[in-house]
């Protein structure tokens, strides 16, 4: 069926580089889909471009200048915005990443991502060591984090003559991303998905627990995926003080025996299980009815294991039933990885370096490999939401087999 954009708007922010010229053709794919397509420059991009080619394509005038007379008598950019079902920053030098990344409002691509309330899409293009800066990293990793999705350079020959990572990629690929992003894939209707998200207490006492740094982000993204692509989804929780993710049935618990009781009793016909919790591993062998109070000397406490719930789900697994571990590593990634592949009875692990650059707890990133008995899939540095994506993405893939 060929995809259609009938009825979308879509905010096109043009900076200044020399792949600007790529863009009058990924305009032109948008508008001949449907989409009511509107253009935002730099200055810098008109002076590689100019405007009249943009407004000729889309059929639209194109934004240039803040400063100017209103079309309406309503502030511009705020109608802009809010009329805006994608906005897609292509190519995004290294300067207007930036300026995105501060929360500048110095033009009217930055302006307006500063009011949109629908995805982003952005495309950086740049010589290789500007792109591979790890202030650019880091500014990228800003915006994944807003959940914008950005999308990887090509290697090739740059404007500079030299060769690197930092060519736009085909609009092909650009328009290709749009459309995933307009029109959200329902590919797990019917399905029955089971998330387990962030950490558990252990308790010692009444007001003492052993815990650890999980906050449940990366599960209640991998619940909201899950829940947008149609599932029935189940999402058993640690405490945690992010807000439930809307159309999930959620379960709260404290401790991992808790954590296994509601798993256990959600498994049976689950279609995809994923264990992005980081539940306990050990719990105090005692539990101190009254509070423990200092005694002037070492106080030395004894642990006991506590049940492995991905193993224990891995081992009532039926024919059908994926199910997905992830591991937790600040060492030898792969190879422990590939032990808990075996230990879990596992599809496949999501492997992640706690220790990398905006991976692991807490963050808003994550950087995560794909461990089967056979592939090793290394994903480049994404925001939680597009790691839970490829998650399901690939669970899904396993589902006929
Ligand atoms: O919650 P965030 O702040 O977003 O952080 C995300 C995360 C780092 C917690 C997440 O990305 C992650 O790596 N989760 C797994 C944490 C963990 O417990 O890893 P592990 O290697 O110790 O455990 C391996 C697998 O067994 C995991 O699927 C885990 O859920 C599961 N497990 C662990 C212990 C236990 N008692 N029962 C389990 O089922």
Redesign the pocket.
Known sequence: MTPTLQGKCILVGVSGGIAAYKVVEVVSRLVKLGASVHVLMTRAATKLVAPLTFQAISGNPVRVELMQEQTTGHVDHVNLSHQADLLIIAPATANTIANLAGGHASDWITVVALGVRCPVLVVPAMEAEMYAHPLTQRNIATLTGLGWRVMEPEEGRLASGLYGKGRMPEPEAIVAEALKLLQPRRDLEGRRVLI????TWEALDPVRFISN???????YALAAAAAARGADVTLVSGPSSLPKPPGVRFVGVES?LQM?EACLEAFPGTDITV???????YRPAVYHEQKIKRQGQRLVLELVE???????LGRRKRPGQVTV?????TANLVE?ARA?LVA?NADFV?A?D?TAEGA????DT?R?TFVTATEVEELPLLS?AEVADRILDKAVSLLGR
Do not use: H, Q, Y
Not at 196 to 199: F, P
Not at 325 to 329: G, I, T, V
């Open positions: 387990t998200a962030g950490t740094r999980s906050t449940g982000k990366m599960g991992c296994l264990g992005a919790a980081a539940p306990a591993d506590n049940p492995d719930i991905m193993a224990e571990a992830f591991a937790a590593e422990n808990k879990k999501v992640n706690v692991g707890f807490g963050t994550n995560v939680k």
